[in-house]
């Protein structure tokens, strides 16, 4: 029952999405869209209540629309469902989670005080620990220069930087703890890798390619 009101779900978010096509466009090209995003919030939330959503450009196409997952991994064959019912809709592609970030490793982030945080992790460096045949890995990161900030707010940061490098899909389904550390013995430090190869790394390691 639930497969057959979710494929029913699914055909009317897609044909209402190719419907709007232009108007989400203007509203990704910064023209004002009045209360789109809102729009956007509940045709997601009619379509399927556990997942979130996502636009921003495209990876091999001008645009991308992602349906989130929210970190839980049951949330992925719901998600994938979806987006497999998805028509094709031209300079648009689909993606299950937040795909990979064609990024310089910046960002921004919210502390508890709501107050925005910039964060630039381009000089981290990492080490990975892999187990059952490299299934899964924990991440450290080594952040010298990371704002003052708590253990939980440096969690958040090392999601959004594994989330950034191999997309929220893959952050879910091959990486347990994310650790980030302000320091560590210098024979660590000199086994850590500069965290723009984190992508490839873990794609050569898992003989996955994240898109």
Same mark, same amino acid.
């Given at each position: 029952?639930?497969?057959?009101?979710?494929?029913?779900?699914?055909?009317?978010?897609?044909?209402?999405?190719?419907?709007?096509?232009?108007?989400?466009?203007?509203?990704?090209?910064?023209?004002?869209?009045?209360?789109?995003?809102?729009?956007?919030?509940?045709?997601?939330?009619?379509?399927?209540?556990?997942?979130?959503?996502?636009?921003? $450009?495209g990876?091999? %196409? &001008?645009?991308?629309? @992602?349906?989130?997952?929210? !970190?839980? *991994?049951?949330?992925?064959?719901?998600?994938?469902?979806?987006?497999c019912?998805?028509?094709?809709?031209?300079?648009?592609?689909?993606?299950v989670?937040?795909?990979?970030?064609?990024?310089?490793?910046?960002?921004?982030m919210?502390?508890?005080?709501?107050?925005?945080?910039?964060?630039?992790?381009?000089?981290?460096?990492?080490?990975?620990?892999?187990?059952?045949?490299?299934?899964?890995?924990?991440?450290?990161?080594?952040? $010298?220069?990371?704002? %003052? &900030?708590?253990?939980? @707010?440096?969690?958040?940061? !090392?999601? *959004?930087?594994?989330?950034?490098?191999?997309?929220?899909?893959?952050?879910?389904?091959?990486?347990?703890?994310?650790?980030?550390?302000?320091?560590?013995?210098?024979?660590?430090?000199?086994?850590?890798?500069?965290?723009?190869?984190?992508?490839?790394?873990?794609?050569?390691?898992?003989?996955?390619?994240?898109?």
């Amino acid at each position: 029952m639930r497969q057959d009101r979710l494929k029913s779900n699914a055909t009317s978010f897609w044909a209402w999405f190719s419907e709007n096509r232009s108007q989400i466009e203007h509203f990704m090209t910064g023209s004002p869209q009045g209360d789109f995003p809102e729009i956007m919030s509940n045709k997601v939330h009619a379509l399927a209540p556990e997942l979130g959503w996502e636009l921003g $450009p495209g990876i091999q %196409a &001008i645009f991308s629309f @992602a349906l989130t997952l929210n !970190g839980n *991994i049951q949330n992925i064959a719901i998600a994938d469902a979806i987006i497999c019912a998805a028509p094709a809709v031209a300079n648009w592609e689909m993606h299950v989670g937040r795909p990979p970030k064609q990024w310089q490793f910046n960002f921004e982030m919210e502390n508890s005080r709501g107050q925005r945080i910039a964060i630039s992790a381009s000089t981290w460096l990492y080490s990975l620990v892999g187990y059952d045949d490299n299934s899964s890995f924990d991440v450290v990161f080594i952040a $010298p220069d990371l704002p %003052a &900030i708590d253990r939980n @707010a440096r969690w958040q940061a !090392g999601d *959004i930087a594994v989330q950034g490098a191999i997309g929220e899909r893959a952050r879910i389904e091959l990486i347990g703890d994310v650790d980030v550390v302000e320091s560590v013995a210098d024979d660590e430090l000199e086994r850590m890798t500069p965290i723009q190869y984190l992508r490839e790394h873990l794609e050569a390691l898992s003989g996955r390619k994240f898109v």
